[in-house]
């Protein structure tokens, strides 16, 4: 038996050796890993089933959508884009089989928008040892932004820390005197906003955590409510923000929600909600992207047009405009990484930075900065409906103070994709 495993072993290892060997970073696009004269194929991880897939579900369809669109239009160099989406349930372990599969069978030239804290951070070191540039991670963790570390790794949404310091100003200076709790997921998503929460607010009156396998927040809201919370922070993915707000209303339980914008989407929380929908009334949260319902906003006209004509019929929500926006800051990367694409020049092409698009607020890229959007704007759901108040707001994961914005992001280019720098 011991044998059997030592060979094993050997065999192992020459496989991962092999792996790393055909997946250089350097060289030329000729004999670089997805990279053909005529199509780049990329692939991703997305719970499209289990219990983060209400919401989270359609952000990989309307990244496809959005390429679809170049590919009509002629795609990135002469090149088309292949997305390669796989369903790894929000389920750590299959996470990283899929991720395993789509680079060492599917030899994809890069991960784009990985969803999932507690998914992605267990592929960190497999991306790393077989070169792959992992882009634009769908977390705020701060995991995604050590370049010394992982240097092929970049983050997109607005670190957890920076936003729940955002967060937790607005409560401070509009809920006086009010005791503030916390519910997060146990996980970095939970710690990092926590974090961020109590740097500018001091310790919570009242914590409680959840994980995503026991969908019952009974207890926790239950300890809440019995500590007499006010104003609870939710660090939730939109299916516990459902059952949270539902569970308080059952237990006559009626703080102010606060809310990440990881589990806020109002469109994704009103179908998880069905009749109680309007329990959603009233609630806080932020963004850094434009709303789906402002259809004056020229990057939301062009997110529908896109969709309507690609996206097999869906709905244009928050949902979409995410993955859109995802897609579009990868095709600027691309043109910027030049018609010789090869995975140190997609990376180099991205912490040279410089990239505008339909955020709200710049993406904070470099060689020292791996993280993604710099802040966010506040947010309020009013009437049923979603809209922005006041003004964004950036700062930084650490002492940094939470200062006002006033740049408004620049409109689309004419023909919805960006140039080649």
């Not at 290892?13 to 792996?19: K, N, Q, R, V």
């Not at 609870?232 to 237990?251: E, H, N, Q, R």
């Not at 049923?384 to 006033?406: C, N």
Request: proline share 6%.
């Amino acid at each position: 038996m011991r044998r059997f495993w030592s060979v094993l072993t050997v065999i192992t290892l020459a496989a991962a050796t092999t792996a790393c060997s055909e997946s250089g970073g350097g060289g030329s696009s000729a004999n670089t890993p997805g990279v053909t004269d005529k199509e780049i194929t990329i692939g991703t991880h997305m719970p499209l089933t289990g219990p983060a897939a209400a919401g989270y579900s359609r952000i990989a369809p309307a990244s496809k959508a959005y390429f679809d669109y170049v590919n009509a239009n002629g795609g990135v160099h002469g090149r088309t884009i292949n997305y390669k989406i796989m369903d790894d349930t929000y389920n750590p372990a299959t996470t990283q089989q899929v991720v395993r599969e789509l680079v060492l069978q599917d030899k994809v030239f890069a991960i784009l928008n990985g969803l999932g804290t507690p998914t992605h951070t267990g592929v960190l070191d497999f991306l790393k040892t077989n070169r792959v540039p992992d882009l634009f991670v769908a977390s705020g963790s701060r995991s995604w932004n050590q370049p010394d570390k992982y240097p092929g790794t970049f983050g997109f949404n607005v670190d957890y820390t920076v936003e729940g310091k955002i967060l937790a100003s607005h409560v401070k200076q509009t809920q006086v005197g009010k005791k503030v709790c916390f519910l997060g997921q146990d996980d970095d998503f939970g710690k990092d906003s926590l974090a961020g929460i109590e740097q500018v607010l001091g310790p919570v009156a009242a914590k409680q955590s959840y994980v995503t396998s026991n969908p019952n927040v009974g207890p926790q809201m239950g300890a809440l409510k019995q500590a007499g919370c006010q104003v609870v922070m939710l660090a939730t993915v939109p299916g516990f923000t459902a059952l949270s707000i539902g569970t308080a209303a059952k237990l006559a339980f009626k703080p102010q929600f606060v809310v990440s914008q990881v589990g806020a989407d109002l469109a994704t929380l009103t179908t998880s909600l069905g009749a109680a929908a309007p329990l959603t009334e009233g609630m806080i949260s932020a963004n850094y992207l434009p709303l789906a319902t402002d259809e004056a906003n020229p990057w939301i006209q062009l997110f529908k047009k896109v969709n309507t004509q690609y996206n097999a019929g869906a709905e244009l929500g928050n949902n979409e405009v995410y993955g859109m926006s995802v897609a579009y800051l990868f095709v600027q990367a691309l043109q910027a990484a030049g018609k010789d694409l090869t995975r140190d020049a997609l990376i180099a092409a991205v912490e040279k930075g410089g990239f505008q698009g339909p955020g709200l607020v710049p993406v904070r890229f470099s060689e020292t900065d791996h993280s993604g959007y710099a802040g966010e704007q506040l947010s309020r759901v009013e009437g049923g409906k979603q809209t922005y108040f006041g003004t964004p707001f950036t700062t930084d994961d650490a002492a940094g103070a939470v200062t006002a914005y006033s740049t408004a992001p620049p409109a689309p280019p004419a023909n919805g994709i960006p140039a080649a720098s």
